[in-house]
């Protein structure tokens, strides 16, 4: 039985090692030119990183930058601009960079 990657509920960490890296790998766009790239919905990359902010933890920067990008493409900038935001506070790195993967990936 194949788990969805957004089922498990806020706070519970999933302990299988896969769900976890499929949630993970969900919160990023692929590198462009990827052969294996998948297209992420900006909803499916704001799910993604929402469940893993829920369960906690260090280096979660990344995670509000990726869901940020996410609102940007939808248009949302209130919320974008609040997770860019929290993303710089919590030291993130490379926004820039995620921003261009977000449109790119986008655009395929």
Known sequence: MTMNPLAAQAGEM?????YLMRTMKACFPP?????????????????????IIGWGG??????????????????DMARAAEDLKKAE???????????LMHKLARSQ
């Open 14 to 18: 999933p302990t299988d090692p896969g």
């Open 31 to 51: 590198m462009p030119g990827d052969p294996k790239a998948r297209v992420l919905r900006p909803d499916t990359i704001i799910d993604a990183c929402a469940q």
């Open 58 to 75: 260090d280096d979660l920067g990344q995670y509000y930058a990726s869901r940020g990008l996410a609102y940007e493409l939808k248009g």
């Open 89 to 99: 506070e919590l030291g993130a790195k490379n926004i820039q960079t995620m921003r």
